[in-house]
């Protein structure tokens, strides 16, 4: 297995535009996790689901951010739209049984607002 | 809100050194992970420690736990230059269903050789 895929490694954008985040976990996992990682607030879970389904959306700073997980395969974290504060390097993680067990990460995304 | 508090923030040591690191949690878990994380790249899970053992090796890594106390050590013996990286504890919370792992902001690890 190809581990969690992240994509883009890297985004730049303008403040006011939209931003999608994209993530393949690994096969088999029934929980994903979307962290923000910052040198001030260190990594922030944003949200989690089960079986594609939304568990916790509670760490989501703001109305700006939304994510998706369609099936079991992709999930999406939308930020519209972006401000500069939103500047972080964004993590998924999957999982078997939550925090029960390992989590394997995703390489991140870089992104910048500028 | 972080659950995990790492000590110190950095460590600078010489290569062969010994190297330790420490993490207080607040609640009582099931369990405590710790993970890597080198410059520019995702966490790596190292070893994770149930809240009824106290004490857990893996290569040059011993990971200690006391639940009274509810801290946690990471050694890393001989360090190696390819250990310098930032090391995280992560826990879960005890009897909330199956809650997503809460890291800490971990230790900056330098291993000069």
């Known amino acids: 297995d190809a581990g969690v895929i992240q994509s883009p490694r890297h985004e730049v954008t303008e403040m006011g535009q939209e931003v999608t985040l994209r993530c393949k976990p690994i096969?088999?996992?029934?929980?994903l996790f979307w962290y923000r990682q910052t040198m001030m607030r260190g990594l922030e879970l944003l949200i989690y689901?089960?079986?594609?389904?939304?568990?916790?959306d509670s760490g989501m700073p703001e109305d700006r951010f939304s994510a998706k997980m369609p099936n079991a395969s992709f999930s999406t974290l939308k930020i519209q739209p972006s401000e500069p504060r939103d500047s972080a390097v964004y993590f998924c993680?999957?999982?078997?049984?939550?925090?029960?067990?390992?989590?394997?990460f995703g390489q991140g995304t870089r992104l910048t607002v500028v | 809100s972080q659950q995990g508090e790492e000590d110190p923030q950095a460590l600078s040591i010489q290569e062969g050194e010994n190297a330790t690191m420490n993490c207080s949690y607040k609640?009582?878990?099931?369990?405590l992970q710790w993970y890597r994380q080198n410059s520019g790249r995702g966490l790596v899970h190292l070893i994770l420690?149930?809240?009824?053992?106290r004490e857990k090796h893996s290569g040059r890594l011993r990971v200690t736990l006391d639940t009274s106390k509810k801290s946690s050590s990471l050694l890393i013996t001989a360090s190696r230059a390819a250990d310098t990286a930032s090391y995280f504890c992560?826990?879960?919370?005890?009897?909330?269903?199956?809650?997503?792992?809460?890291f800490g902001k971990g230790t900056r690890l330098s291993v000069i050789a």
């Open positions: 993680a999957s999982s078997i049984g939550g925090a029960h067990t390992e989590a394997f």
């Open positions: 096969s088999g996992h029934d929980y």
């Open positions: 689901f089960n079986n594609n389904v939304p568990i916790d």
């Open positions: 609640t009582s878990i099931n369990n």
């Open positions: 420690i149930r809240s009824n053992e």
């Open positions: 992560a826990t879960d919370q005890y009897n909330s269903g199956n809650t997503p792992l809460v």
